[in-house]
């Protein structure tokens, strides 16, 4: 049996706009349409996180985009990238997905939900625009949960 429900909230707060994926797990905890999701915050994906995906029924992570418009919320399912997963301590969602299926057999739906973001200076807040992006960001995770 599987745990359900879990999101990952990536980014370093302290990095400016990085910060996006921690605040809006911060919000999911609280909200009642995630109710019974486990809710992490990460500063990066890390092999360590393989055993809670695996254990899931749907994952969604949240994270900052550079080079998107600032604000805009994007919403995309991850497919396990091709190859055997490179074993550091950083990894993308897909490369996450792949070590998840070869090191426990199984990788539920993963999708990731993309916040644009305008930098990532040392010590500066959330911007505008990506702080008034934040709803839309849950509103999006909740919409993938209610799907799944």
């Known amino acids: 049996m599987y745990s359900g429900v879990l999101v990952v909230g990536v980014g370093n707060p302290l990095r400016g706009d990085d910060g996006a994926g921690p605040a809006v797990a911060a919000l999911a905890g609280d909200d009642p349409?995630?109710?019974?999701a486990t809710v992490r915050r990460?500063?990066?994906?890390?092999p360590e996180l393989a055993a809670d995906v695996a254990n899931a029924s749907v994952v969604v992570v949240v994270d900052a985009r550079f080079g998107d418009e600032p604000g805009a919320v994007d919403v995309a399912r991850v497919a396990p990238a091709a190859?055997?997963?490179?074993?550091?301590?950083h990894l993308d969602a897909g490369a996450l997905a792949a070590?998840?299926?070869?090191?426990?057999?199984?990788?539920?739906?993963?999708?990731?939900?993309?916040?644009?973001?305008?930098?990532?200076?040392?010590?500066?807040?959330?911007?505008?625009?990506?702080?008034?992006?934040?709803?839309?960001?849950?509103?999006?995770?909740?919409?993938?949960?209610?799907?799944?």
């Open 99 to 148: 070590l998840t299926a070869l090191a426990y057999g199984r990788v539920p739906p993963v999708y990731v939900v993309g916040i644009g973001a305008s930098g990532f200076a040392a010590g500066a807040p959330l911007s505008d625009d990506v702080r008034a992006a934040l709803p839309a960001a849950l509103d999006a995770v909740a919409a993938i949960v209610a799907e799944c």
């Open 83 to 89: 190859g055997r997963p490179a074993l550091s301590h």
């Open 42 to 46: 990460a500063v990066q994906l890390t």
């Open 33 to 36: 349409r995630l109710a019974g």
